[in-house]
């Protein structure tokens, strides 16, 4: 076999269709459009969910729930979290729990703690929030909370 010789598979390849070349060609005339109506004419046919003037589905279903513009988001983890991944003596921050892969992204508003779980290593968190229980399982073992 040479790279020469090498062609498609029979009818793999078609030409495109080529409408409005003449009579001739089949495809003249009305150019595959019908006669006359909407969809004959030139920026012709409905947007995307029309229904012919039927109540549209998007107005049919009631609108639900309410999304608030002013609520602050913050990324969450667990005293629990901290347990399983630091040692005594370590730090742990939004971006060394981002570095880690225990976070995927750093919310607006920065790092909660919740007080989740067991803590038996001492460890400085620096956070944005801590919820009262995380900070009192934090400092009775011995480890410092910082608010940023």
């Known amino acids: 076999m040479k790279m020469h010789t090498l062609s498609p598979a029979p009818g793999s390849k078609t030409a495109p269709k080529r409408v409005g070349r003449g009579i001739g060609s089949g495809l ?3 150019s595959t459009k019908g006669h006359k109506g909407q969809w004959a004419r030139s920026g012709g046919g409905v947007r995307v969910g ?21 609520k602050k988001v913050y990324t969450t983890i667990n005293v ?29 508003y920065g790092l909660k703690i919740l007080g989740n779980g067991e803590l038996t290593k001492k460890v400085t968190v620096k956070a944005n929030k801590f919820t009262e229980a995380a900070k009192e399982k934090i400092e009775k073992i011995g480890g410092k909370v910082e608010v940023l």
């Open 80 to 108: 629990s979290l901290i347990e399983e991944y630091f040692n005594d003596g370590d730090e742990v921050s939004a971006e060394i729990l981002k570095e880690k892969g225990l976070i995927k992204k750093i919310e607006q």
């Open 28 to 30: 003249g005339k009305t």
């Open 50 to 70: 029309f229904e012919g003037g039927q109540m549209p589905l998007a107005r049919r279903l009631p609108k639900r729930g309410f999304d608030n513009a002013w």
